[in-house]
Antibody
Framework: QVQLQESGPGLVKPSGTLSLTCDVS?????????WSWVRQPPGKGLEWIGE???????NYNPSLKSRLTISLDKSKDQFSLKMTSVTAADTAVYHC????????????WGQGTLVTVSS | EIVMTQSPVTLSVSPGERATLSCRAS??????LAWYQRKPGQAPRLLIY???TRATGIPPRFSGSGSGTEFTLTISSLQSEDFAVYYC???????????FGQGTKLEIK
């Protein structure tokens, strides 16, 4: 059973950098799956942030692209998210998720971690 | 960007009855449509992908249909554990992009 667990600071200052890591267990990050970040601001819907493939290829939500970096560490079965120049609008529960083998959906999700942007 | 619109926003149904949730795409997404169930404090749970394929372990009372721009999630006989928020999600292969609907809250009548 694949499990994903997010970790990182729960509080980030405005204009700072949000950094999160997702630990993958019960499977390998080197498998033929895409690995994504998805967020949900309080009281709002789900928003896809971006994804990475084991080759290192990335795709980002165009609305966030200029502020994002997603990377992976195969030796640790981890992938990470960095988002720069954060504002209060980036306050959300951040999930990591695995893309399904058939493509186009997410079959395993982390529980999510709340990141608050505030001074 | 493809916009996904779910209706209704809230659906009140009695246990044992059928629930029908709708999702409309602003342009065709073929069959690249998934449905998720979300309960408070839990991660989203994949129910349906490819518009109509049940994910592993999902009971047969959940079914998905549709293609192009109109999609439906049907829960044939509601159980107490089915009351939750449901999201549809589309996938566009080029450029790769995923967008979600705003959700339908399924509540006990």
């Amino acid at each position: 059973q694949v499990q994903l667990q997010e970790s990182g600071p729960g509080l980030v200052k405005p204009s700072g950098t949000l950094s999160l890591t997702c630990d993958v267990s019960g499977g390998s990050i080197s498998s033929g799956n895409w690995w994504s970040w998805v967020r949900q601001p309080p009281g709002k819907g789900l928003e896809w942030i971006g994804e990475i493939y084991p080759s290192g290829t990335t795709n980002y939500n165009p609305s966030l692209k200029s502020r994002l970096t997603i990377s992976l560490d195969k030796s640790k079965d981890q992938f990470s998210l960095k988002m720069t120049s954060v504002t209060a609008a980036d306050t959300a529960v951040y999930h990591c998720a695995r893309g399904g083998a058939a493509g186009g959906h997410f079959d395993y999700w982390g529980q999510g971690t709340l990141v608050t942007v505030s001074s | 960007e493809i916009v996904m619109t779910q209706s209704p926003v809230t659906l009140s149904v009695s246990p044992g009855e059928r629930a029908t949730l709708s999702c409309r795409a602003s342009q065709s997404v073929s069959s690249n449509l998934a449905w998720y169930q979300r309960k408070p404090g839990q991660a989203p749970r994949l129910l349906i992908y490819g518009a109509s394929t049940r994910a592993t372990g999902i009971p047969p009372r959940f079914s998905g249909s549709g293609s192009g721009t109109e999609f439906t999630l049907t829960i044939s006989s509601l159980q107490s554990e089915d009351f939750a928020v449901y999201y549809c999600q589309q996938f566009n292969n080029w450029p790769r992009m995923y967008t979600f609907g705003q959700g339908t809250k399924l509540e006990i009548k």
